[in-house]
């Protein structure tokens, strides 16, 4: 069981110096003290080093573990996301945090001075202190999951575990007679399951938040799927782009990329299907125009790329036929049951150039998408024909 302990607090601490985050520290800090709790209620300690003090260990029996319960507490609120989240939870898992907290000082001051011989019935005692944190966090657990929490009711079991977990180790403290090798076999089972599974889910748990972190600090200015500037973000991009342009004496080229059959798929069974096309199209995109250039989200149907040019570079002609070539290749998409979909892209390419500074972005992002709707219908049209099946006409007998 310690060795199992040991195996989680070092996948904890790992995880927690790669992420460098407050949240992820607190995962180590839990295992390391609930953990230290279970394996002083055992006996190992004096077990392996007879010469230790007895006082010193007693206090730590009569308090580590609920110490550990009241920080087991505080951290499921915050797991669960306190105040924010739900008032009542908040409350629950807060003050009770702080009751056993309190509860562990009196019960610390109790093993510093009570006899031997009484030091059982202290323990008794200690082990109902126990319970209670197990009892809250059962009661906020379930609340939680009942109110949408889609990572609460994994932490259910997680619960149970702890609730045989504590039983187990007490009755292992208490030194019960007729028990057998199966009981501490099973709570020691039970003991590493429950850290196993706690920090499993702190770490899903943080792993959500980092991902709401980042699309927070995306803002209103890119797309959560591309990350390619979109809104105002965009325009003034290309505004710029257009100004240092005629600073130069050059020319700028805005061209849009009409992806016309966007929804098509729509009601496939292929979850987020857009987000799917729109990163694939995004990155094709990407390869094709090169990294010389900006490349936005002018809306979910339109990609814009804008890039400067001067009578040493002229590519614009080349950039077009290989952004029309590479966004109308077919599209591997996944759907659930990792089975594959094919996707079939239809493209337009119309582009505009502009030769000055003082022009309205809007206005030439609009022209120029008007260009690449037609070319999507036009190349939509020339598609239809080459479609249209077509046979030999039978001959007419002769009257």
Not at 128 to 137: H, Y
């Amino acid at each position: 069981m310690t060795g199992g302990i040991l195996t989680v607090f070092s996948m904890a601490l790992a995880d927690a110096i790669g992420n460098q985050n407050t949240g992820t520290l607190l995962s180590p800090l839990f295992v390391l003290i609930t953990g230290a709790s279970c394996v002083v209620i055992t006996g190992l300690p004096e077990a392996l080093f007879p010469m230790l003090p007895e006082r010193p260990l007693m206090v730590l029996k009569g308090s580590l573990g609920p110490l550990a319960g009241s920080l087991a507490l505080y951290l499921l609120g915050k797991w669960l996301g306190g105040l924010n989240e739900d008032a009542l939870v908040y409350r629950l898992t807060t003050w009770g945090g702080v009751s056993i907290a309190l509860a562990t000082l009196v019960l610390a001051g109790l093993a510093a001075w009570v006899p031997a011989d009484r030091f059982p019935s202290l323990l008794w005692v200690t082990a109902g202190v126990n319970l209670v944190p197990v009892a809250i966090g059962m009661a906020v657990v379930r609340r939680s999951d009942q109110l949408g929490d889609p990572l609460a009711r994994w932490m259910t079991p997680g619960i149970i575990c702890l609730s045989l977990m504590t039983v187990g180790l007490y009755m292992k403290g208490l030194q019960l007679p007729d028990l057998g090798l199966g009981v501490w076999a099973f709570t020691a089972t039970v003991t590493v399951a429950y850290f196993l599974n706690s920090t499993v889910l702190v770490v899903l748990r943080v792993r959500q938040r980092q991902k709401l972190a980042r699309l927070l600090r995306l803002e209103l200015g890119a797309d959560p799927a591309t990350g390619l500037p979109t809104g105002v973000t965009l325009l003034s991009e290309i505004e710029h782009s257009l100004w240092r342009a005629a600073r130069l004496r050059g020319e700028s080229t805005v061209i849009c990329i009409h992806l016309s059959n966007l929804y098509e798929l729509a009601n496939a069974q292929i979850d987020g299907v857009d987000h799917q096309i729109l990163c694939a199209m995004a990155a094709r995109i990407r390869r094709g125009a090169g990294f010389r250039c900006i490349i936005g989200l002018y809306h979910p149907r339109c990609f814009v790329v804008a890039l400067s040019t001067d009578r040493h570079n002229d590519r614009i002609t080349d950039v077009m036929d290989d952004l029309r070539a590479i966004t109308n290749m077919p599209l591997a998409l996944k759907g659930v049951w990792q089975s594959l979909h094919t996707f079939l892209p239809r493209v337009g390419v119309g582009s505009v150039t502009v030769d000055s500074g003082n022009t309205r972005v809007v206005d030439v992002i609009n022209a120029a998408e008007e260009r690449a709707v037609q070319d999507a219908q036009r190349a939509s049209r020339s598609r239809a024909q080459a479609e249209i099946e077509t046979a030999p006409a039978k001959l007419c007998e002769l009257a």
